[in-house]
């Protein structure tokens, strides 16, 4: 994605999360009127969590802090997430962090080490292994890539 002209990145990458989590909740739609089984009390869990998600992901990638904000415990809170979204809790928040570095990377001029700051790791190397391991490519690999 090549954007040019005056922007602010921090609001583009506020609008795409918010399409990535009204998406998420299309989904959870979807999948109770397919008849999967879920409360909805269920729902209401799994809803909480994608917000709370979409809230901290940049400053809490842990799922206990999910759940201790949720007063739930965390075995419970990623049962309920896994049940009613297919995916696992911790998925869910490394998918946003992913998705927010992969924005910053094609879309601002930022240096690797400042979206690192952004994502709230504790360094550039951490942010970096933590993205290869999930993408498979180095952060500059990939801004590289989609250039």
Same mark, same amino acid.
């Given at each position: ?19 990535? *989590? ?21 729902? $209401? ?8 998600? $979409? ?38 928040? $490394? ?25 709230? *790791?504790?360094?550039?190397? *951490? *942010? ?20």
């Amino acid at each position: 994605m090549q954007m040019s002209g005056n922007f602010d990145v921090m609001e583009v990458l506020q609008l795409i999360s918010k399409a990535f *989590f009204i998406a998420m909740k299309e989904h959870l739609a979807q999948q109770v009127s397919l008849g999967k089984p879920a409360s909805s009390s269920q729902e $209401e869990i799994v809803e909480s969590f994608l917000n709370l998600v $979409e809230m901290g992901y940049r400053h809490h990638r842990n799922l206990d802090y999910y759940a201790d904000k949720m007063c739930k415990s965390t075995k419970y809170l990623s049962r309920v997430v896994a049940e009613s979204t297919g995916r696992k809790a911790s998925e869910w928040i $490394e998918r946003c962090v992913i998705m927010d570095a992969k924005a910053q990377l094609v879309s601002s001029r930022k240096r690797i080490a400042e979206i690192s700051d952004d994502l709230g *790791f504790p360094s550039q190397s *951490f *942010f970096g292994k933590y993205f290869k391991r999930v993408t498979g490519l180095s952060p500059r690999a990939y801004r590289e890539a989609n250039a």
